[in-house]
T-cell receptor, first 109, second 112 residues
């Protein structure tokens, strides 16, 4: 079966760095996405990785290792507004997105 | 810019009643999707449409139907609602091939 695993919840301190991991087992691979979802709101796109390596976008970076079935989202200089759920999703061989359950990130002052 | 508009925002429905969740986009995206989101689970695809006039079944299609008469609208219908359909429903769209999804604000449905 297809499976996306990510931690249920993480806590970090304002100004610090946090890494949210995602491991996947899917039928084929055509890219990995990270979305941010604030409570009660819609998910919004953060990043897309299809090749191995690190993609940097401001305070957020996303890493992919296809051989390990592994990705992480790195958030630097954490701000209170970064408190949200972070969703990992993999596009499989049928170009359908398989979603993880999300990681709830709590930022403390 | 509106993007994707969903209606209603929330609804309480008696079991056995029918309900249509509306979704309209103004981005002229080819592909549209309906997902449900339940606590502790990832987003699950109900139905999708790759282009106007075509639809397909997702992971959890039973009890739901969709239509795609034109590019902009993609309504989701529950013919006879059951309590297990209590969920938050998200409509989304994407340009064909890019994969980045744009989501509506969601419709919270409670079936009693």
């Amino acid at each position: 079966g297809q499976n996306i695993d990510q931690p249920t919840e993480m806590t970090a301190t304002e100004g610090a760095i946090v890494q949210i991991n995602c491991t996947y087992q899917t039928s084929g691979f055509n890219g990995l996405f990270w979305y941010q979802q604030h409570a009660g709101e819609a998910p919004t796109f953060l990043s897309y990785n299809v090749l191995d390596g690190l993609e940097e976008k401001g305070r957020f970076s996303s890493f992919l290792s296809r051989s390990k079935g592994y990705s992480y989202l790195l958030l630097k200089e954490l701000q209170m507004k970064d408190s949200a759920s972070y969703l990992c999703a993999v596009r499989d061989s049928n170009y359908q997105l398989i979603w993880g359950a999300g990681t709830k990130l709590i930022i403390k002052p | 810019t509106a993007g994707i508009t969903q209606a209603p925002t929330s609804q309480i429905l008696a079991a056995g009643r029918s309900m249509t969740l509306r979704c309209t986009q103004d981005m002229r995206h080819n592909a549209m999707y309906w997902y449900r989101q339940d606590l502790g689970l990832g987003l699950r695809l109900i139905h999708y449409s790759n282009t106007a006039g075509t639809t397909g079944k997702g992971e959890v299609p039973d009890g739901y139907s969709v239509s795609r008469a034109n590019t902009d609208d993609f309504p989701l219908t529950l013919a006879s609602a059951v309590p297990s359909q209590t969920s938050v429903y998200f409509c989304a769209s994407s340009e064909k091939g890019t994969g980045e999804l744009f989501f509506g604000e969601g419709s919270r449905l409670t079936v009693l």
